[in-house]
């Protein structure tokens, strides 16, 4: 069976793993294709779309924008958007540019809790890719300050935590509709992080989503159970929304994700490709 994954982060933003080497370890883990779906850039999709070609690997362009929602974290993968398109790039730049703001906003919280870490350090972590809270985690660990990155968020870094600062400046409409403008499809990823309580709550949300022109759902994720997942393809059918899945692989940046196969027992059949395929014509 030919399998995939749709949804992974290079060193173009916060994963550890560059374009090249997350290709290389796609081809050693027998997967058919993979997508590069770096948060709010584009910027690794060059070197990986060379490294597919070499290695005989099928690369979907992909990208994973936040976006702003009252709970939980919303974020909205992009596939096949052409990557030249004016408006699309002009909000990539948006977003970057809150990114970028938020970063010492962080830094000036940490240290008024007495945690001083400069954006040097930070920096030096993140080889210049989009940083993000990940990599501030990680700087907080060599420091000594935490444990672990999970201590790092929990105490420190997540929604409501100590030194958060928030980010999304994009609506989840605005998001749809750049992606599609730029030929792309956009698809609402890994639902169990709306923290939604309900079925019902989950289920409203991907209606309105879906009346802005969302066109699939992130049904097979590393944190979705098997009853979770299933209710994403109920979701799916009865919004006819594409089905996609990933493992959202950082390398050492989430450890205990592995490619293609999440915590162990992911599997993500081509098919979820053929689909985005064919629905990237209907965009
Ligand atoms: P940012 O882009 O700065 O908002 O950070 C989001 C990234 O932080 C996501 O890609 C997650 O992988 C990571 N993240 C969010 N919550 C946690 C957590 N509790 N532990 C470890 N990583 C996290
Ligand atoms: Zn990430
Ligand atoms: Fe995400
Ligand atoms: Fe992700």
């Known amino acids: 069976m030919k399998t995939c994954d749709l949804h992974t982060h290079t060193t173009a933003s916060d994963g550890s793993d560059s374009p090249g080497q997350l290709v290389a370890k796609a081809q050693a883990a027998g997967l058919s294709a993979i997508a590069v779906t770096d948060h709010d850039t584009v910027s690794g999709l060059e070197e990986a779309g060379r ?25 909205m993968l992009g596939y096949y958007m052409d990557v ?21 906003k962080i830094l000036a919280l940490l240290d008024d809790l007495g ?33 672990s990155v999970s201590e790092a968020f929990d105490k420190y870094l997540k929604r409501g935590a100590r ?6 400046i994009l609506s989840p409409g605005e998001a749809i509709e750049v992606l599609r403008g730029a030929k792309g499809v956009p698809v609402l990823a890994h639902p169990f992080s709306l923290m939604t309580s ?66 162990g027992n992911l599997v993500i059949p081509y098919e979820c490709v053929e689909a985005l395929k064919a629905a990237r014509a209907h965009v």
């Open 163 to 168: 030194a958060y600062a928030p980010k999304s």
């Open 198 to 263: 309900s079925q019902e709550e989950l289920d409203a949300i991907v209606f309105e989503l879906k009346e802005a022109g969302l066109m699939g759902i992130e049904c097979y994720y590393s944190e979705h159970d098997s009853a979770f997942t299933s209710m994403c393809l109920g979701l799916a059918r009865r919004y006819n929304l594409v089905v996609t899945g990933g493992s959202d692989y950082h390398g050492k940046a989430k450890p205990h994700i592995m490619l293609g196969k999440g915590r």
């Open 84 to 104: 030249a398109n004016r408006r699309f790039l002009e909000v990539l730049e948006r977003v970057q540019g809150a990114r970028a703001r938020r970063n010492p």
């Open 115 to 147: 945690l001083p870490i400069s954006m040097k350090e930070v920096e030096a972590l993140s080889k210049g890719g989009q940083i993000g809270r990940p990599h501030i985690a990680r700087a907080m660990v060599e420091k000594g300050y935490v444990k």
């Open 51 to 75: 490294a597919a070609k070499d290695r005989g690997i099928e690369l979907v362009p992909g990208v994973e924008l936040s976006v702003n929602f009252h709970k939980g974290n919303m974020h």
